[in-house]
């Protein structure tokens, strides 16, 4: 969906690029090409008009359609009405160009965005260490330095499904948290709500209850915004 978004957005900017600098031309070149030039221009403002009605606020876009129906009054409204064309002109020229700053500022990394889990063996054998002690400032301490709390030990359980094990609350609530996958299974078939149930730990398993819901609520939000 963002692929396919950002295809039709760099369409559109071509298409304006090609459409002002083909408009800009001296007039014996277009000649020859036979393009005219008055048509190019209506293109290019049908163009604009389409780039700005998807990507600017629906206010804003409104905003900017006033602003380019005072710019352009016959001079003889303008001055009977005492309204300057020029700085309506100025307002529309910064409005734009502040949505396109705005977009490209947000095409460009910042430095913000979320790292991928690194996927290291012995981040998790690190975990199931803090599990096995209960340390939860070692686990933490683990868990800050980007590991993926989703790989498997050699026995195929995930640390939290090791925790849930161990009836331990508050090291399932520290690695929901902090990205661990409430609905993988064991080699075995159970779930870390399973194996808390198991052992009696109700608490254990309310926690992962809740944590399962909030992340089912958040791939669906996901998927919503995708489609939007």
Known sequence: MKFSMRV???ILVT??????ITANLPEPWLEAASINRNLLL???ALTVFIALFLYLKFQFFILVVVLAIGANMPSGVSESLGIS????????????????????VDLLPTGLEEKPKEQSAEGIKALFYAIEKGNLVYAQ???SMNFDPNLR????????MYAAAKGDAKMVELLTRNGADVRLMSAEG???????????SQETANILKTA???QIAREEAAKAEAKA
Do not use: C, F, H, Q
Request: proline share 4%; charged share 15%; glycine share 6%.
């Open 8 to 10: 039709r957005e760099w």
């Open 42 to 44: 209506a293109l290019l």
């Open 190 to 200: 159970d779930t870390a709500i399973e194996l808390a149930l198991r052992i009696g």
């Open 153 to 160: 030990a050699e026995n195929g359980y995930t640390p939290l």
């Open 85 to 104: 064309t020029l700085p309506l002109v100025i307002a529309m020229a910064l409005m734009v160009g502040i949505s396109l700053i705005n977009y490209v």
């Open 15 to 20: 298409l304006v690029t090609i459409a002002a």
């Open 141 to 143: 301490k683990v868990l």
């Open 212 to 214: 399962r819901a909030e």
